[in-house]
């Protein structure tokens, strides 16, 4: 049986373990950097490290009390408690805490006068750093990426919200505790287990905070733990960090993507018009996606169940660029007359480059566009999706990086110029493999080859079509 032991800020496994001296358990410090500004944490190991075993993590995001850059002062409430030896015995696990400076915050939530709170797009300078955190501790400590676990107190349990409706399928369950957020961005956490805790007589964060996120995810029949607790104030952490609370089932919960993919596509479903025909447009991503398993039938599958009124056009063909699309789309869509499309090209657009049968950014860009035209004229509403992968190496590792970048960037122009729902897959490939794929391997994560989908990436993606498409559909006079 090896221990682990503090050895340095980089958190690299030393040789030799040996047995930690300190009884009350030594915390591993560190820090990331994130556009040149610094962001410390500390990491506490299990007690023990067996060599060959993989433990849960549990992020933790402190309350507005332990802001600073001591590194020291987000050890208080539930990492000092989790150090103890009654919760280190009963809990064997990693828990990351990640300091948030003094003059930001960890959850970018903008209040309109009205009161309503509403989620900004990008996340602070905070929680990026975080994010950064996270990504180094799983890509040198030995996590089980199956039980990477979420809460917060206070600033923190806002930030709990924040970082689980951007991330959801990172988590395997989330636990914010007495914070708040936006109402609206909780559909994005169907399928994810969320454990919410506030004292009934918190003035420092009203409870009203969690009441409504809570109230917004039931709406959604989104099942969501909920304790209330009578003549408690703002120390609610107490309860849920107790022997009795929360922790068994946080630690206790496994990441489960299809429950996940199958409860969104479910969420689609009820948003959609009755008889509504929706196609999928693509190349072999999306005709591969057609098979048993792949991301248009995985969409299909859920329908049948809960919409079997609705039906689907897979429309992929192998090879295929925006050229190819702009011969047959008529025939293949519309024809078959599509309400709802979504269009996933670009990426044989930049890889047969390398051959010189590549597509220009100018035939790229103006195929879009007529695209999107023709589709509109018809009366079918268009998602754009920009190129994935290719290579899931990290960002900028990969050959064709750069130029996959500058293709997924027109995409975004074209959607915003047509004021067409975009599903930025680019962005959502590299955001999950930051953290999901922390050797660097070059495939095997979301995909088979570099490019095409594995089952995880069916998965993954039918749960990121599913997300912009009801988007879309939402947003329709």
């Not at 991330?167 to 936006?182: E, K, L, Q, Y």
């Not at 429950?259 to 959609?272: K, N, P, S």
């Not at 962005?427 to 088979?448: E, M, Q, R, W």
């Amino acid at each position: 049986m090896n221990l682990l032991a503090p050895c340095s800020t980089a958190l690299a496994l030393c040789a030799g373990l040996t047995p930690l001296q300190d009884p009350t358990r030594d915390f591993i410090a560190g820090q990331v950097q994130v556009e040149e500004k610094t962001y410390p944490y500390v990491l506490l190991p299990p007690s023990q490290i067996v060599e060959g075993e993989r433990y849960p993590l549990v992020v933790f995001l402190h309350g507005i009390g332990e802001r600073g850059s001591d590194n020291e002062l987000q050890k208080e409430h539930f990492p000092k408690r989790m150090a103890a030896a009654a919760y280190s015995e009963r809990f064997p696990c990693f828990v990351l805490a990640p300091q948030c400076p003094k003059d930001q915050r960890w959850a970018n939530v903008r209040e309109l006068d009205s009161g309503r709170r509403i989620q900004e797009p990008d996340p602070t300078g905070a929680m990026q750093g975080a994010i950064a955190a996270l990504a180094e501790v799983v890509r040198t400590q030995p996590i089980d990426m199956q039980r990477i676990a979420l809460t917060g107190l206070s600033m923190g349990g806002s930030g709990a919200w924040d970082l689980a409706t951007r991330h959801p399928g990172w988590f395997s369950a989330a636990a914010p505790v007495c914070g708040g957020g936006d109402p609206e961005t909780v559909v994005r956490l169907a399928g994810l287990p969320v454990m919410v805790w506030h004292g009934a007589k918190d003035t420092v964060v009203p409870t009203k905070r969690s009441r409504e996120m809570v109230e917004a995810l039931r709406k959604l029949k989104h099942p969501v733990e909920y304790t209330e607790l009578p003549g408690v104030h703002h120390d609610a952490w107490n309860h849920a960090y107790a022997p009795d609370g929360c922790l068994e089932n946080l630690i206790g919960a496994r990441r489960d993507p299809e429950i996940i993919q199958e409860e969104t596509v479910r969420l689609l479903a009820r948003a959609l018009a009755p008889d509504e025909r929706v196609a999928f447009l693509g190349d072999s991503i999306t005709q591969a996606g057609n098979r048993p398993g792949g991301y248009v039938d995985r969409i299909r599958a859920v329908f049948k169940e809960e919409r079997p009124d609705v039906g689907v056009i897979p429309a992929g063909i192998s090879g295929h660029k925006v050229p190819d699309l702009l011969k047959r789309f008529e025939a293949d869509v519309i024809q078959k007359g599509a309400t709802l499309v979504f269009i996933y090209i670009g990426i044989n657009d930049v890889w047969h480059s390398q051959s010189g049968k590549g597509t220009s950014p100018e035939d790229f860009e103006s195929g879009l566009h007529q695209l999107i035209d023709t589709l509109e004229a018809s009366g079918a509403q268009v998602v754009l999706a920009t190129p994935s992968v290719i290579g899931e190496k990290p960002a900028g590792e990969n050959n064709l990086d750069a130029m996959l970048e500058s293709y997924a960037a027109i995409s975004r122009r074209v959607a915003a110029t047509q004021g067409v729902t975009l599903c930025d897959l680019h962005t959502a490939f590299d955001s999950y493999l930051k953290i999901f794929n922390p050797t660097g391997v070059a495939k095997s994560v979301l995909t088979s080859d570099g490019v095409h989908l594995n089952a995880a990436g069916n998965v993954f993606l039918a749960t990121e079509a599913a997300r912009a498409l009801r988007q879309a559909v939402l947003a329709r006079d």
